[in-house]
């Protein structure tokens, strides 16, 4: 039989034994796992949260300059495309003319690096020398009404086609009243 001296010490040491592969273990578990870059687990996921967010911003910032370079190419396409139209026989602005020069002198206004040829047309009635002299007052008239909203005239100059260049090549009052305008066209940037 043992000795009591030889049983305390072992019971200790069997008690202890226990205690010890609890604590290597838990220690063990909470040793911080890396991947094969030597990385851990929380790090490459915030990394990747980081790359995400990076992309996520690229691409926000992509829709933007899309956005803008969409409206800047409309509102440029406007400006070529929308005419000041005149009545009949007639170079003073219209109402509605007054209201296309506005949106004309604004977008000079804030695009300030290019020149314009105001371009005054005429429908096919009247001989050609009376309509190139009615398209030169028509894209005049244009002019004054541009420069009174700020534009300076050294970036404005005007030319006449009479009824050279109809926009509209009917013969009755609806194509008449197309070609009947002042056109900007865009001369230097």
């Not at 949106?103 to 371009?119: E, L, P, R, W």
């Not at 013969?171 to 009947?180: D, G, V």
């Amino acid at each position: 039989m043992l000795k009591k001296s030889t049983i305390i010490p072992l019971l200790i040491v069997l008690m202890l034994v226990p205690v010890w592969t609890m604590t290597l273990v838990s220690c063990a578990s909470k040793e911080v796992k890396q991947n094969a870059t030597g990385m851990s687990d929380e790090e490459k996921a915030r990394l990747e949260a980081e790359r995400r967010a990076a992309e996520e911003a690229a691409r926000r910032k992509a829709m933007e300059e899309e956005t803008l370079r969409a409206r800047e190419a409309e509102a440029r396409d406007l400006f070529l495309n929308q005419n000041a139209l005149f009545d009949f026989d007639k170079f003073d602005i219209r109402p509605d003319a007054e209201t296309v020069l506005r949106q004309k002198a604004d977008y000079m206004s804030s695009h300030g690096s290019f020149n314009v040829q105001i371009q005054g047309h005429c429908d096919e009635r009247g001989t050609e020398t009376y309509n190139l002299a009615l398209g030169a007052r028509r894209a005049e008239s244009a002019k004054n009404f541009v420069e009174s909203l700020g534009v300076s005239s050294g970036r404005l100059a005007t030319e006449s086609f009479g009824e050279s260049q109809p926009i509209d090549p009917g013969h009755n009052e609806e194509a008449w009243a197309k070609n009947r305008r002042a056109q900007f066209a865009i001369v230097g940037q």
